[in-house]
């Protein structure tokens, strides 16, 4: 039986726990004595559940609203992006710090970073939006970070919010690869970057860089509406922070290799490697698919564990997190004993995410050399090959239905953010494997649910 380390009292996986947790979990629970083979483990960083004390008052947010008002966004798209600032401010606290951007070729701080007190400067501003020229996308969001630098060091969090329509298509700096550049420096100085993609025209690989290496999150929607959800979603989670600055470190065996299969940052050996994780909320999971290489004649040494993972962060107000530390320690058994091993269903159903977010991006390609018909071939094979996967089913559906439209820029979005969403997102502790219903994903907090599609989520609007 897989032995592992968790907080003293803690009971794994079950929610209500007042401390964190580190939780091993492998496929299978022994390993195939004398013979080389592959073993997947699933690693669960958990958070513990917020208390009264810890959600009766937070640390001040410092947020800055960075808007597109080119041409393109004339309209609708401007009227529905300003109502989504709109959300996120009527959520801010007086004592949280807000400016707000606007940019087209040229960039204007409508409101500088300062206390959002009773929201009336921020609220006039965006009254006053109107559309302009081109996307200065960079010098927006520049300004946007720069409004935020002074403090951000004292801030439970500083982040800007970029929304476009569009491409980097003007002003000092327009190459996707430098922007993201700019957005790491901004997160090491302490302002991260969150993207939000409207629309059919806008950059998708350039969105997903920019919040990537800016340490932020990245949503899209069809149309601006679908963009309501994507902000109360980034807030509620900001609002639940519990930890930032979450590295799992990892050791095995000698001779045991092991490869990370999500594709978060990492840094280390190939045998010591140290993951950066996403920022973890109370109440959830973050998890990372592991894959150890056991060698033929592998026996492990006495009382040692197969894989140590330990984890540290920060809490908001930058005191260290202490994490208990977890090992795994497996016996060998026969061939034919291992293969009449039951798989554990959480770490089945999450290797399956993995292993369908890669075949969506080769799907995505497909579709880059319109070959329509390979598509539809591949689509039709995963969803046999995950028939008991009910979140993966329905993403898959959606892609199904966009194929079948030969919408090529839709489905080239829809196919990117599903395959990183399937692969990086936050999870409830208590997840179910078997069920996926929108009156169950309704009843977890938005940055936990599990959205069959990425860009269309104007069905379920916030209260205005």
């Known amino acids: 039986m897989p032995d592992h380390i968790s907080a003293p009292g803690s009971a794994a996986g079950i929610p209500g726990t007042a401390v964190p947790q580190v939780i091993l979990v492998p496929l299978k629970s022994a390993l195939i004595a004398g013979h080389a083979h592959t073993l997947p483990v699933l690693v669960r960083v958990q958070a513990p559940d917020a208390g009264p004390a810890r959600t009766s008052a937070r640390r001040p947010c410092h947020l800055s609203l960075v808007l597109d008002r080119s041409g393109s966004m004339s309209g609708q798209p401007l009227l529905e992006a300003v109502r989504c600032a709109r959300h996120m401010v009527d959520q801010l606290l007086p004592t949280d710090v807000a400016s707000l951007v606007v940019f087209d070729d040229r960039v204007r701080v409508l409101v500088p970073a300062q206390p959002v007190g009773d929201r009336q400067a921020l609220q006039r501003a965006l009254a006053g939006i109107h559309c302009g020229g081109s996307t200065d996308l960079h010098g927006g969001w520049d300004a946007g970070v720069q409004s935020l630098l002074p403090e951000a060091q004292s801030a439970a969090i500083a982040r800007a919010i970029v929304l476009t329509d569009g491409n980097a298509n003007c002003g000092e700096l327009t190459d996707p690869q430098r922007i993201a550049g700019h957005c790491a420096a901004a997160a090491a100085r302490g302002v991260t970057t969150s993207t939000y993609g409207l629309g059919r025209d806008f950059n998708e690989a350039l969105m997903v860089a920019m919040a990537r290496a800016g340490g932020g999150n990245h949503y899209y929607g069809d149309t601006a509406a679908d963009l309501f959800e994507p902000f109360a979603e980034e807030f509620d989670l900001i609002s639940h922070l519990y930890a930032r600055q979450v590295r799992l470190s990892l050791a095995t065996c000698p001779g045991v290799g092991v490869k990370m299969?999500?594709?978060?940052?990492?840094?280390?050996?190939?045998?010591?490697?140290?993951?950066?994780?996403?920022?973890?909320?109370?109440?959830?999971?973050?998890?990372?698919?592991?894959?150890?290489?056991?060698?033929?004649?592998?026996?492990?040494?006495?009382?040692?564990?197969?894989?140590?993972?330990?984890?540290?962060?920060?809490?908001?107000?930058?005191?260290?997190?202490?994490?208990?530390?977890?090992?795994?320690?497996?016996?060998?058994?026969?061939?034919?004993?291992w293969e009449a091993l039951a798989a554990d269903p959480l770490a089945r159903a999450r290797l399956a995410e993995v292993e369908a977010s890669r075949l969506i991006e080769h799907a995505r390609a497909l579709v880059d050399c319109g070959d329509w018909a390979a598509v539809r071939a591949l689509i039709e094979s995963a969803r046999r090959r995950f028939g008991d996967q009910p979140w993966v089913q329905g993403v898959l559906g959606q892609l199904e239905e966009i194929a079948g439209r030969r919408d090529e820029a839709h489905f080239g979005k829809e196919a990117m953010y599903s395959a990183l969403k399937m692969r990086s997102r936050l999870a409830a502790k208590d997840e179910a494997v078997e069920v996926f219903a929108m009156a169950h994903e309704a009843s977890v907090p938005r940055f936990l649910r599990r959205d069959a599609a990425q860009g269309r989520k104007s069905g379920r609007r916030p209260s205005q």
Do not use: C, K
């Open 261 to 337: 299969l999500n594709d978060y940052p990492v840094a280390g050996g190939a045998h010591t490697p140290v993951i950066t994780l996403p920022d973890l909320p109370f109440g959830a999971e973050a998890w990372v698919m592991l894959e150890l290489a056991i060698p033929a004649g592998f026996v492990p040494p006495p009382g040692a564990p197969l894989l140590r993972a330990d984890v540290t962060g920060v809490s908001l107000e930058r005191a260290p997190i202490a994490f208990p530390d977890a090992t795994l320690a497996l016996e060998g058994v026969p061939p034919q004993v």
